[in-house]
């Protein structure tokens, strides 16, 4: 895997790492603000949970230099 493409995959990850936190800090915010009475659990749950699929994700994209990829026409 050259650096640039490495890169490439780390600006990815960080990118969707920011997106996914803002997305579950929001959503954790509307439902701690309209159904818990402003408790911070559900803040903290949302957002965990997105920087949890960012992770995966981020796990996934650099991992998969590593995996076998076969065509259908190879199996």
Not at 4 to 20: F, I, P, S, Y
Request: hydrophobic fraction near 35%; include cysteine.
């Amino acid at each position: 895997m050259s650096e640039k493409e490495l890169g490439k995959k780390w600006d990815r990850c960080l990118a969707d790492g920011v997106t996914k936190l803002g997305t579950g800090l929001g959503l954790g915010i509307v439902f701690s603000v309209l159904f818990f009475k402003r408790r911070t659990w559900p803040i903290t749950l949302f957002s965990g949970a997105g920087l949890g699929m960012a992770y995966a994700n981020c796990q996934n994209d650099l991992r998969s230099h590593y995996l076998l990829h076969r065509s259908e026409k190879e199996q």
